[in-house]
């Protein structure tokens, strides 16, 4: 397959001069075009450039602000509020960030809510920046009802992702990431796409029925992992990100967009902790501790999660990111001609 080579610079100014053109404020473009490329860069195709035209779509729609500025709001304790504004998610977990940082190393623990925002991106992209300045991290979000409950047929849950950092210092911080669903939504996206079928098991059809029809599953409904363990964790993460934020639950996100062609509005969880606080007064060092954990899962041949995402982006920092003419295409498309090239 014949591919074109960029350096992460220079895909990311592109991806950001796509968001620019196209009426999104510099620094709202900036910070969407910089998670989009660590998407790419790390490999994780469905959340990479592939996101570029879906977050056009919900902009060319009129249901995500291109001008909104996050605001600080008050909050008290631990707790750091920010507003999106009905902007993109990006800007505001950067506005809000420092503060963040600051007070869950002052206080021990904050939890970072953000209102009014469309996520696009991988939850991993928070969870990482925090366990680097040291903290251990939790991060989740509702999305669009399109996941049945376990023992039901049709949406009411969303894919209700959830992320999870620990420091490790001197090495790349160990991460999860993943969806309350069989599989993220973007993979089922990218198999209609392709004309790939999908396995059995991740979806039911309109009728309830299950499919392998990707297309069949996007208008019917995606089944939790684990059946109700899956199902249960997604209903805690509605509660937690949702209700308990004061914000959208699946179900009206899907309602707001009419439908789940376009990406959610929610809101969203970002929970920050200093190990060393929690720690206070034991004679143990927690990161020392977490080694010994994490070396024994790896001394049995197990792969830590994020590992293969850490070498993708080792080669791309040392080779470049690698895109297919496809992929190009559509990159000078939107540079082009903007949200004309974007279907409705």
């Not at 910070?31 to 994780?44: F, L, P, Q, S």
């Not at 849950?157 to 160990?174: D, I, Q, S, V």
């Not at 363990?229 to 509660?239: F, P």
């Not at 606080?277 to 792969?303: N, V």
Request: proline share 6%; aromatic share 6%.
């Amino acid at each position: 397959m014949t591919t074109i080579t960029m350096t992460i610079d220079e895909l990311e100014s592109r991806v950001g001069r796509i968001f620019s053109n196209c009426g999104v404020r510099a620094e709202t473009a900036a910070a969407v075009a910089g998670v989009i490329t660590a998407g790419e860069r790390d490999h994780c195709k469905s959340h990479g450039i592939y996101r570029v035209e879906g977050c056009l779509r919900v902009l060319k729609a009129g249901k995500v602000a291109p001008d909104a500025i996050p605001e600080m709001r008050p909050g008290e304790g631990p707790i750091v509020r920010v507003s999106a504004g009905g902007g993109y998610a990006s800007p505001a977990y950067e506005m809000a960030r420092p503060t963040l940082i600051e007070r869950a190393r002052r206080q021990g623990f904050a939890a970072l809510v953000i209102n009014d925002c469309v996520h696009f991106s991988a939850l991993w992209y928070e969870v990482e920046d925090l366990a680097n300045e040291g903290l251990a991290a939790l991060s989740m979000c509702p999305s669009h009802a399109a996941m049945a409950p376990s023992g039901g047929r049709a949406p009411l849950l969303g894919t209700n992702p959830f992320a999870f950092g620990w420091p490790r210092p001197g090495k790349e911080p160990y991460v999860f990431d993943f969806a309350t669903t069989q599989v993220a939504r973007g993979d089922i996206e990218l198999h209609e796409r392709e004309g790939k079928a999908l396995p059995e098991g991740w979806a039911v059809d309109p009728a309830g029925q299950p499919t392998t029809d990707p297309s069949a599953a996007l208008s019917g409904a995606m089944l939790p992992f684990g059946q109700h363990k899956g199902s249960a964790i997604a209903t805690m993460i509605e509660l937690l990100a949702g209700a308990m934020l004061g914000d959208f639950m699946s179900q009206e996100a899907r309602d707001f967009m009419d439908g789940t062609r376009l990406l959610p509005r929610h809101g969203a969880l970002i929970l920050a902790f200093d190990p060393n606080a929690f720690s206070q007064g034991r004679d143990r060092d927690p990161l020392a501790e977490g080694e010994k954990l994490l070396q024994g899962i790896a001394d049995q041949g197990a792969r830590l999660p994020s590992q293969r995402r850490y070498a993708a982006r080792r080669m791309a920092q040392a080779e470049g990111i690698r895109l297919s003419m496809e992929e190009v295409a559509l990159l000078d498309r939107l540079e082009a001609e903007g949200l004309k090239a974007v279907g409705d």
